[in-house]
């Protein structure tokens, strides 16, 4: 019995201590794709909150890992939360705006290295003028970086968006590398 109590007790420890996470997604006219995309865990919830006045609803499409549907709601700052609880993709979209849809990808428990590396996005890539970078993390800096790896430009940032001005730069390939705290990401972008 005390060998049964003990591996309960553990068990409890273990599920206790495993921090799960809120992502909070915007959800109005024109959000789509990476925008209302991101990579979970088993057990995270995401929030869409409607940032404009008219009627949505957030609803998985057929052949999803999970089941849900918001039903129509309408009003600003409207909060639908789901948390997800099977691995796999959960491809969703508004009923009343095709235009609306998106990803949840939810994935077995990651470090937070990971889960910061897979949930920043970038676009356009080429850049001609300006690169965004977003993040469910809010950022700290931003550095890029040229071909030999010699610094050309850097910024602060104190948001879940960078607005990166690459209009200055030759046209060629830059890294980029994005940073919150002690995590960060790198990726190539081509300029035009």
């Given at each position: 019995m005390k060998n049964v109590t003990f591996i309960l007790a553990a068990m409890l420890v273990t599920v206790l201590t495993q921090a799960q996470t809120t992502y909070n997604l915007d959800w109005a006219?024109?959000?789509n794709g990476p925008d209302a995309s991101v990579t979970t865990e088993i057990g995270d919830t995401v929030e869409w909150t409607w940032t404009d006045a008219l009627p949505h609803s957030v609803r998985s499409l057929s052949g999803s890992a999970e089941d849900f549907d918001s039903g129509i709601f309408t009003g600003l700052g409207t909060v639908y939360s789901y948390t997800f609880t099977v691995e796999g993709?959960?491809?969703y979209d508004c009923e009343v705006h095709s235009s609306m849809f998106g990803t949840i990808t939810v994935v077995q428990p990651l470090a937070i290295e990971d889960k910061f590396a897979v949930n920043v996005k970038y676009f356009p890539n080429p850049v001609t003028n300006n690169?965004?970078?977003t993040s469910l993390i809010s950022l700290d800096a931003y550095q890029v970086y040229d071909i030999l790896g010699k610094q050309v430009q850097a910024g602060s940032v104190d948001s879940n968006v960078a607005d990166i001005n690459m209009a200055n730069l030759k046209t060629g390939v830059y890294f980029v590398k994005?940073?919150?705290?002690?995590?960060?990401?790198?990726?190539?972008?081509?300029?035009r």
């Open positions: 006219v024109g959000i993709a959960n491809d690169l965004t970078v994005v940073q919150s705290g002690d995590l960060q990401k790198s990726f190539k972008v081509v300029k």
